[in-house]
């Protein structure tokens, strides 16, 4: 069984920064490929950023490409997304989430491909 706990969300104006973290339990770290999603309120879940279980791969969503970065610290067995020149319209609700993957550098980009998901964490970024 794989639980993910994330946290680091919270309250930022606009141009500011924020990361968040996932903590992975679960003996399998190296084995999930990780990915972060958003849901703003009345919106669909979305494709943020993705990574490989063998960190050499990513994958990011045009929206945020050149602003977000995720990476993996597998002693800590912890994903993180480091978000920068946050704008309004990063306001969401930020989940985590991971599944087993054979390939290593398979980066999983769509919510279906993914069995494991932590409770989210709030982002709000005012103007």
């Known amino acids: 069984q794989v639980q993910l706990v994330e946290s680091g969300g919270g309250l930022v104006q606009a141009g500011g920064s924020l990361r968040l973290s996932c903590a992975v339990s679960?003996?399998?770290?190296?084995?999930?490929?990780m990915g972060w999603f958003r849901q703003a309120p009345g919106k669909e879940r979305e494709f943020v950023a993705g990574?490989?279980?063998?960190?050499?791969?990513?994958s990011f969503a045009e929206s945020v490409k050149g602003r977000f970065t995720i990476s993996r610290d597998s002693a800590n067995k912890t994903v993180y997304l480091q978000m920068n020149s946050l704008k309004p319209e990063d306001t969401a609700v930020y989940f985590c989430?991971?599944?087993?993957?054979?390939?290593?550098?398979?980066?999983?980009?769509?919510?279906?491909?993914?069995?494991?998901w932590g409770q989210g964490t709030q982002v709000t970024v005012t103007s």
């Open positions: 989430a991971a599944d087993f993957v054979v390939s290593a550098p398979s980066v999983l980009t769509r919510a279906s491909q993914y069995n494991y």
């Open positions: 679960g003996r399998t770290f190296s084995m999930y490929a």
């Open positions: 990574m490989s279980r063998s960190g050499t791969g990513t």
